[in-house]
């Protein structure tokens, strides 16, 4: 019989030694005719969420076509070597050896804006990579203890942070349904508006009316049909494919030298811990799903992986690396387990990631469309924090003022952009990014209302008993 999966507390010790016998669903090699298609799932539910990163930060930076490709290659390359490493492992070193998908996170995206924002034109990647770097690093150092900490990252901390993830990156999409380039002069004009609502309601309508896989691959749909419908009105640029070669692997440090400045480090190494909790969670969740119980070794050699991907990622162009959400939604849906089909999956992004011009392809994908799906893909990240915070006793006064204040504190940079422009430029770069600012208050009220003094108080309830 399965192992049941255990909480943080009680995942403590190894995984028992498997009888000999039937082989474990997630173990099972699958033929062919059942591999493609379910890793095919698995690329559809994680191929927008890889490529928004590069996207996302090679805008902001100013990036040619050429550029955006080789950092949306870059990011490809590195999610499908994290990926064959956490599925397939390494000894007892790395690799959680569970169907699960890493890759950069959106996690990063805000964090990252706010130290390109403060940083020089030709050194905002190179700010970037340095803080990413020492993320990794720190990943790496505190991830064999990081159980403990666990509890200083409850639901209700952790759904402030992903909740603020969304509400804080919606207007980036917002800004690209407008036509993406605020300098032009056709900035916002209706026939970037009305290709962006078209986007909308085309996945609206997928997601509506279609049936098992074409449901679940309604965003990618909208954005190719809204691409498609793009090109009679001269709106998808070609240029970056035409340009960019059949094949090739990245080159190390082709943005520049990481530069490392400590509040941008600050930052990044907060995101982490956010994104330690997240792939800790999805750990113990999938390790359910499966059967096969999530111990704290197996949290140990995931959170491995997930550091020596982020330590690599920036050598190359990659970015912070965690693990896909959505992808366990597929293994739950689907009910296949098998981690080889991940792994298949993964071995896939690496392909893509070898050939630039494959993914120069998400490159001709107009900005208004990626407007109207942006606002499904990042409305969804709220709603998930939202459906986590729900989880986390919001019938409790004192939570619900935790909340309150966490949620305000990251909503700020959002509502006055120039609310910290008198701070000193370390705490410009914490602060004004929402998620770091939320995740600090939350954090912090946290452990005011839920540990402080908490053993004073028993100690004094069992004396009066």
């Not at 076509?65 to 790395?94: V, Y």
């Not at 050896?97 to 890759?103: C, D, E, I, Q, S």
């Not at 600050?266 to 096969?292: F, K």
Request: aromatic letters at 6%; glycine letters at 12%; charged letters at 10%.
């Amino acid at each position: 019989m399965a192992q049941p999966a255990l909480g943080p507390a009680a995942a403590i010790g190894p995984c028992p030694t498997q009888p000999d016998g039937p082989i474990h669903p997630v173990d099972e090699k699958l033929a062919p005719s059942r591999l493609l298609p379910a890793a095919l799932q698995h690329i559809a539910a994680m191929y927008a969420g890889v490529v928004t990163p590069p996207l996302i930060i090679g805008q902001a930076v100013g990036l040619d076509p050429a550029g955006m490709t080789r950092l949306i290659a870059a990011s490809l390359l590195i999610a499908g070597c994290a990926t064959l490493l956490q599925t397939l492992g390494i000894g007892g070193f790395a690799g959680n050896r569970l169907p699960f998908v890493n890759a950069a996170s959106s996690a990063g995206i805000a964090p990252m804006l706010a130290i390109a924002e403060t940083s020089a034109p030709g050194h905002q990647l190179p700010a970037i990579y340095g803080a990413v770097l020492v993320a990794g690093v720190f990943c790496l150092l505190i991830g064999p203890f990081f159980g403990r900490l666990l509890r200083f990252f409850p639901p209700l901390v952790t759904g402030v942070v992903i909740t603020l993830i969304g509400v804080t990156l919606m207007p980036v999409p917002v800004s690209w349904a407008q036509g993406g380039d605020k300098t032009a002069a056709d900035f916002g004009s209706m026939k970037y508006l009305a290709l962006a609502a078209f986007t909308l309601a085309v996945i609206l309508v997928i997601q509506r009316f279609g049936r098992g896989f074409l449901k679940q691959v309604a965003l990618l749909m909208g954005l190719l049909i809204g691409t498609l419908a793009a090109i009679p009105f001269g709106l998808a640029d070609f240029s970056a494919l035409r340009s960019a070669p059949l094949a090739a692997l990245p080159t190390p440090f082709a943005f520049g030298t990481p530069e490392f400045q400590p509040a941008a480090i600050l930052s990044l190494c907060i995101v982490m811990l956010v994104l330690m909790t997240e792939s800790s969670a999805g750990m113990l969740a999938l390790g359910e799903i499966c059967g096969r119980r999530t111990d704290g070794r197996t949290i140990t050699r995931g959170l491995r992986t997930d550091g020596i991907a982020t330590l690599i990622g920036p050598v190359f162009g990659g970015f912070p690396t965690s693990a896909f959400a959505q992808n366990v939604g597929v293994v739950s849906l689907t009910k296949v387990r098998s981690r080889y089909v991940v792994a298949a999956a993964g071995g896939a992004l690496l392909i893509l990631g070898v050939f630039p011009v494959l993914g120069a392809v998400v490159s001709l994908v107009p900005m208004p469309v990626l407007g109207g799906a942006g606002i499904v893909l990042f409305g969804s990240i709220a709603v998930s924090g939202i459906r986590t915070l729900s989880e986390a006793g919001l019938d409790d006064s004192s939570n619900i003022i935790l909340v309150a204040v966490a949620l305000g504190a990251g909503i700020i940079p959002l509502a006055a952009p120039g609310f910290y422009a008198g701070f000193p430029s370390w705490a410009q770069t914490v602060l004004g990014s929402g998620i770091s600012a939320g995740a600090l208050v939350a954090v912090l009220l946290n452990l005011f209302f839920h540990h402080l003094g908490t053993h004073s108080r028993t100690a004094v309830a069992l004396k009066s008993s």
